[in-house]
């Protein structure tokens, strides 16, 4: 086991060598190179000793993004220049081959805002921008340059916003002042650590002291080369690799030479083996910038610390004295040898501290490290030979301590972890390649592994409230798994998997208490709340209540009552719908437990809801909203649709539904009798049936309707009878109704006056009672259904549609009769005028009256008034119809004299037959509509004896004047 932890580790060493290698140079390898300076070992530092030997100037070749910004111009007058002349301005950069142009603007108003990007490999180019004139001759082939403009930007020191003077050209350019409003920037690129102009001298290179612009570059993972460049130059002029040099802080030395040299006495130096380079600035805070960079790049293992200024009262031998505060710190472990460091303790213990910070970070990381907290973990395992399969039984541990205390770790990491760890100890990493186990790992893992299983049933067996509306994302899905995966060690193995799925029905029963439970609380709560808030709404304050402890208003909650199990209900079915919404895709390989788990939930809740029920009184009709509640949501659910607490369900109503109906019927007929005795029988002023009792009626036959909907029973069979059952109470109440009605207005008809007399005016409460019979015909097909479906045959009654007609057609008769009786006693004082009665000849002198057509006329119209006011259905239908009763008695009247009428009769009757048209007419009626029958024959009879007569009295007088002749 030894020689294969050996080779792995030999293995592993190599494979980190070659990603050092081959890792390309990127912002990331920045951050690579803080981590590991000072942790290399002097192997890796050795393979890069030669790399002077093969990295030539011309390797070094960085990439450069130069913004340049053109604003406007100014001064253009200085020049003589025309203000209509086109001005326009060309910007070039070092480096770059492409040329940029502004948009052409008159010289009067020269504003251009035009931005150029350009790429170069110059360090430190030169932006030149030109200023040109557009040329107006016909052999001007070239426009006229007016001067131009030349920056000089760098990475660190980019040209700002402002005005800068353009070097004029040709006559009067000496004594012009123009002006280009321009900004400059430079874009650093990856791999350019640091630059700036620095006083450097040094042994091997750089030996005249001078200024140089230096940028510090890294060419691979760690390695850094010092480059010093020239203007308008794309390669360094000098260059040296970092490695191997010792850079430190040194006291300031006098720079002679140079008469700047007194302003760079911030000075550092750097040291190797035959080479030693001086290195000067101007500010403090630029040395140590310098000083980092270069610490950074050479990976020295002495950590360089400032020189403290020497006072007056100092000696030179406390120069380099270092105070007791900065020796605090990491400056021991980083001087200290790493072979000697038990480094699995130190692991654990890092990792154990990492991931308590990550736990108490502000956001929700489910134990989850952060890219950079994985990162530096993988480095310490892959530096210091920490094996995977430790590094994982650890994390592990702490995952398994935090989930005992309550904390939340994503079951998928812990999955993971398990799984990485099984596959170490079968012998296989998941990389493919062997590792290797200790034995009290193995049996550290077989503990781990009773933990892990522990809290995962327990986490099973309150998933509502560890994995709340499916959060974490698949959480409950990786905890299936996860006890699957320690529950069931060989997936060929029958036994097992039985023993898995009892298991998981296990926990699904425990968890069906716990939300029972839970909502049983929560109903008694609510309820209580509810209780509290009626008693104080009737009593106006909370004398009634008794104040607890807290100052909370305590009322005692009957765990019988209808409000606490329709409480009750409401909860279940939320649960119900959350665990199908949220929870349901974690349960597919598992759907029969969580079907178990939801009916175990409604078998408890049954054996509190029945005995609730049965306390309640049959005539309590309260109790069918836990039943309309219930009803429509087991219906819509696919696992809980006619099974075994739905047929409970139905069971435990169907009795209080007949019940129901009966109860509702009697009610019905009861109160239907007292309405009608009651009621007044008054027209509405907007034309609708203003009767109380007939509301009354339909209002409970629609409540009754609407029960029956809201039942929505799914057994077919009672379902039909439940809908017989409606449409037959409809039946018998309309029947009812309409019989009772009808005994009134024939009643009503026979105490009114007569109407012999021209006074009689039809009472509103007739009218109202026909308006009734018609209402209920519109309504049949409402509350009845329509006539196809209407099948049921009553034993007490016909077709309730041809009761209804009939009696309507009853009333109607009656009422017509008692408007004609004015007709009959007209009639019969025309009959007077017949030529065989006694005083025939007498009254035959003077004729019937005319006088008398016309209050008879003004009592039609005023019915006619008074009909079309008070009914509102078949109105002009039975006017119609009166009126077609008045043609044929007028037509009886007129057949029963075969003879010849009198001239008085006839001209009676012509009167009355056009008065009476003329008054129909007036309501809507048309000509041909009141030209019935009767009304022609009459006519005809009228007409033709009329023409007779005057035939009559042609030849009459015709043979009179014969004689006398």
Known sequence: ???????????????????????????????????????????VLSRHRDLDNYTSKSDIVMPFNVEVLVMEVRGLKSLGLSMKKIVYA????????????????EAEDPVWETQGDFATTVPRPHVRIELFAESSGFLE?????????????????????????????????K????????????????????????????????????????????????????????????????????EGYTVDYCEPQYLGGSEDGNKYSYQFVAEKEGDHILFGCQDERERESWVMALYRATGQQHKP????????????????TESVVQRIGLDDFLQANVSKFDHKTLFAKLQK???????????????WFSPGQTFVLEEYCSRYGVRPAFRYLCLLQEQLNRAKCGTMIDPGLMHYCYTYIESHLRGLKPDGHIGSVLQKEKEWFEGLQEELQTVALKNLRNFRACFPFGRPENALQSTLALVEKVVVTDTSSHAMLADLREEVRSCMKTAALTCYNSISAQAAHKLAEWMVQERNHRAGSEEDGVEGEEGVV?????MQSVDYVVIMAQLGIEVCQEIDDFHGKAFKRFKGALQFCIETVWELFYSDMKPAVDAQSLYDSDVFRLFFRLNSFLLSHEMLSNGKFHKQLLGLFMFRTVYYLDRVEMEMMAQLGRDVAIETWDPAQDRRSSVAALENLLQRLESVQTFLSHLQWPEPDFRQHLESRRRRLAADGMEAFAKRTQRLFISSCEKGGSGSDFHYVVPAPLCVMLNAIYTLQHRLNDCCGSTADFSVQSLYRDDISDVLLQIRENMSAKLIIKLTDSLESLMSRLARYDPKSFLSSLRSLTGPKLDAIAPFVQYVSQNLTEMDNLLFVDRQQFMLAWHN??????????????GSLVQQQLSFIAELLEQLLQCFLGYGFEEEDLKSQFYTMVQSRVQYELSAGDLLKTSASERLDSESL
């Open 885 to 898: 009763v008045m043609c044929k008695k007028i037509l009886d009247f007129v057949t029963k004299r075969p």
């Open 175 to 242: 004594n012009a002042l123009v002006e280009i409003r321009a900004l400059v920037k430079i874009d650093r690129p990856d791999v350019l650590k640091k630059c700036g102009f620095v006083y450097v001298k040094g042994t091997n290179c750089w030996r005249k002291l001078k200024s140089r612009y230096l940028m510090l570059v890294q060419m691979t993972a760690f390695s850094f080369a010092l480059c010093s460049y020239e203007e308008r130059q794309s390669t360094p002029k000098t260059m040296i690799v970092v």
């Open 141 to 173: 082939l070239e426009d006229k340059r007016l001067g131009k403009l030349t920056l000089l930007p760098t990475s660190v020191h980019p040209v700002p916003l402002n005005w800068y003077s353009v070097e004029c050209q040709g006559h009067g350019g």
């Open 305 to 320: 610390e400032p020189v403290l200024r020497q006072s007056s009262g100092q000696s030179g031998s406390h120069r380099h």
């Open 554 to 558: 305590q009322v005692n909650v009957d």
């Open 353 to 367: 501290m990492t991931l308590n910070y990550r736990l108490n970070e502000g956001t929700t990381n489910l134990g």
């Open 90 to 105: 060309v910007m070039k950069v070092d480096g770059c081959h492409e040329k940029m142009m502004t948009n052409k603007m």
């Open 1 to 43: 086991m030894v020689t294969m932890h050996v080779r792995e580790e030999q293995a592993e060493v190599k494979r980190l060598l070659h990603v050092l290698d081959s890792m390309p140079v990127t912002t990331k390898m920045g951050t690579l190179g803080t981590l590991g300076r000072g942790l290399r070992s002097p192997r």
